[in-house]
């Protein structure tokens, strides 16, 4: 199985840092990536960082990966609560895919605590703020080395 990890994140993640502070805090998505990278060479993964704006392409990276990737961390964002295309598209990969917020998502308004993309996540992270990606790069990292045996 592929080492190559593809991490996702969806709308306004790009305004990491400066909006919303007293939710999100203020690492950047540069911050958040520079870490991923670190943490991935940690393990031994290779890291495909990516944010959008735009669910299509989103749904253009989750297609990429399946056919390159081990596996998928993915912050959706408020596709999280709206995106039946993107758990369409999450349906098609045969690996494990972690979601991952930066807030408690369930301490939250009630409409987001629904989320499309838990039906196809081997694992949820939520309220652990940036510290989230580290973890489900570790846990990913375990998944697919387990997958090797």
Same mark, same amino acid.
Do not use: F, M, N
């Given at each position: 199985m592929?080492? @190559?990890v593809y991490v996702l994140n969806g709308p306004n993640l790009n305004l @990491? /840092?400066?909006r919303q502070? +007293? %939710?999100y /805090?203020?690492?950047t998505l540069a911050d958040v990536e520079a870490d991923c990278r670190r943490v991935g060479q940690e393990l031994g993964l290779e890291i495909a960082f990516?944010?959008?704006n735009a669910e299509h392409?989103? %749904?253009?990276? %989750?297609?990429k990966a399946r056919e390159r990737a081990g596996g998928i961390v993915i912050n959706p964002a408020a596709f999280t609560? $709206?995106?039946? +295309? %993107?758990?369409d598209a999450l349906n $098609?990969?045969?690996f494990p895919i972690i979601e991952v917020h930066i807030s408690n998502v369930h301490k939250r308004e009630s409409f987001r605590h629904h989320s499309y993309v838990s039906l196809v996540a081997s694992g949820v992270i939520a309220g652990f703020g940036t510290q989230g990606y580290q973890l489900a790069l570790q846990r990913l990292a375990r998944l697919i080395e387990e997958a090797k045996k």
């Open positions: 592929s080492r @190559l @990491l /840092g400066k502070p +007293a %939710i /805090g203020y690492e990516h944010q959008s392409q989103i %749904i253009d990276w %989750i297609h609560h $709206t995106s039946v +295309a %993107i758990l $098609t990969c045969e």
